[in-house]
């Protein structure tokens, strides 16, 4: 019961600051109908008790399938085994994505939701399978990032040559979304079992696998838009919405949405347990209480984000853009600032990265700087919106900051920085900012396609580059310490900054 009180406390000042914000812009600068703030506020509540249970059932239930899994394959030593594990888990946790579904039924008009989670899945799987080989072969991650990223900017150049513009600001918002509130928690363990059973240093090979799922989930796309016979076409009245869910509506699917993966995922944990984890019965009651939890926790977050934050993200940007559309900039700032903390994804992501770096990287410090690397990442997002300024002006300069960044901060910062990119990314980027950007777009006369879609690749960068600032930062405080000192740091010993 502590624990869930916990949870309760840490979700409700995750949703508070953001929710404070959209009811005084609907109770004093914009016309929000009362029924639309009543809805909302309900959703944030529905959000915090989700958030609460859901957070608890990962700790109990999906991290320690996916160290499970991740420890017992590679002690068979059976390669075929291992990659085939790996990649069959990985497509099967990626459909099973929240935030993934959200972008898909956005992108309905445009793109088969299930060619889109099929297609994502298998990059997300092959890329899966290289991280476990890399980790095996001992190849630093930072090769193989350059190595992607330099594959998906050449595909991305054919698509542009080939007049098929319209698959890019898809595929990278697709990259972002893929990793959320069940691929992350999933992902991030199954590195931890792969890591400590092969005897490497947990704190920088239990990193990795989440950002290169994210490449390869981009690489998949583009390559889909090089194939495919034209570009993607989209009906704008057909995403915005400003017409209020029933929360009753959207319960029965979204009961089944949630169950189909999470059952598929406990039949594979529960094959592998009876023919080659067999964890104490104990344990395996455990865990399945604890997916319980987790069921019950996506739920009701799920039915808040999508009954209640996608509505008015796309209201009000649209009503913004109409009143004055600079106002957009602040309110953006604002929104991606706040809003990231209230990622499920993100309150699992902080507490397991300190006790994996053995308090290398501060939660406090870690949370801050993707706070404000978010914040100024959908600023940007609605200045291109504004300006119909091109997404390229954005995504190579800071690709360029972030690769820039890989040679002088610790490895360890550039495997958490590279796996925050997609962390910070998930469902209520994909259900709040992404709809936020679609209704401002629409307000203004912008291209959907062209200047709103994109968004989520801006959230998806900003950390890559603020998480390894924080990692130069501390390095240079860690060489500024006497050599006398008790508190000298070896190349990954980090200082908390004062935040």
């Known amino acids: 019961m502590s624990m869930l009180k916990t949870k309760l406390k840490e979700s409700f000042f995750a949703v508070f600051p953001l929710t404070a914000i959209v009811v005084v812009l609907g109770l004093f600068v914009i016309d929000l109908s009362n029924e639309s703030l009543i809805g909302f506020v309900v959703a944030s509540i529905l959000l915090v008790i989700g958030m609460s249970l859901f957070t608890l059932g990962v700790d109990i239930a999906i991290m320690p399938i996916g160290e499970l899994i991740g420890s017992r394959i590679t002690r068979t030593k059976k390669i075929w085994f291992i990659l085939s594990v790996t990649f069959i888990t990985a497509l099967i946790v990626t459909i099973s994505e929240p935030g993934l579904t959200v972008l898909g039924a956005q992108l309905s008009e445009a793109i088969n939701p299930w060619v889109l989670l099929i297609v994502v899945g298998i990059g997300v799987g092959i890329f899966l399978v290289i991280s476990v080989i890399r980790t095996v072969l001992d190849i630093a991650l930072s090769k193989i990032l ?15 040559i080939l007049n098929k513009q319209s698959f890019i600001g898809v595929a990278f918002d697709a990259g972002g979304a893929v990793t959320g509130a069940i691929t992350v928690p999933f992902i991030m363990a199954f590195g931890i079992g792969i890591a400590s059973i092969k005897g490497h240093d947990e704190s920088s090979d239990s990193f990795g696998l989440i950002c290169l799922g994210v490449v390869g989930s981009i690489i998949l796309i583009t390559l889909l838009g090089l194939f495919s016979k034209g570009n993607l076409s989209i009906d704008t009245d057909a995403i915005i ?130 706070m404000s690397g978010v914040g100024v990442a959908i600023g940007l997002s609605m200045i291109r919106i504004i300006t119909g300024l091109s997404i390229w002006w954005v995504l190579i300069p800071g690709y360029i900051i972030a690769f820039a960044l890989t040679l002088k901060v610790p490895k360890i910062y550039t495997a958490v920085a ?13 259900s709040f900012l992404l709809p936020l950007a679609l209704g401002a777009c629409n307000a203004v006369g912008g291209n959907i396609l062209f200047d709103a879609f994109g968004l989520i690749a801006f959230v998806s960068l900003s950390p890559l580059i603020t998480i390894q600032f924080l990692g130069l930062i501390s390095e240079i405080k860690a060489k500024n310490i006497p050599t006398t000192s008790n508190l000298i740091a070896d190349d990954y010993e980090i200082i908390e900054l004062e935040v």
């Not at 350059?146 to 542009?160: D, E, M, Q």
């Not at 290398?360 to 949370?367: E, G, N, T």
Request: proline fraction near 3%.
């Open 146 to 160: 350059y190595i992607s990223y330099g594959l998906l900017f050449l595909l991305v150049f054919l698509l542009v």
């Open 241 to 370: 919405q400003f017409e209020m869910n029933d929360f009753t509506d959207i319960i029965g699917q979204t009961m089944i949405d949630v169950l189909i993966p999470l059952s598929i995922i406990l039949g594979l944990f529960t094959l592998l347990q009876i023919f080659l984890i067999k964890t104490p019965l104990r344990n395996y009651f455990k865990i399945l209480i604890g997916s319980l939890y987790t069921y019950i926790g996506l739920v009701i977050f799920l039915i808040g984000a999508n009954a209640g934050f996608t509505t008015i993200g796309s209201e009000i940007g649209y009503l913004l853009g109409q009143l004055n559309e600079w106002l957009l900039l602040p309110v953006g700032l604002l929104s991606g600032f706040f809003l990231v903390v209230s990622e499920p994804a993100v309150q699992v992501l902080g507490s397991r990265i300190e006790e994996i770096s053995d308090g290398r990287i501060k939660k406090k410090s870690l949370k801050i700087f993707l």
């Open 418 to 430: 590279f796996d925050s990119g997609g962390i910070a990314s998930g469902p209520m980027t994909a």
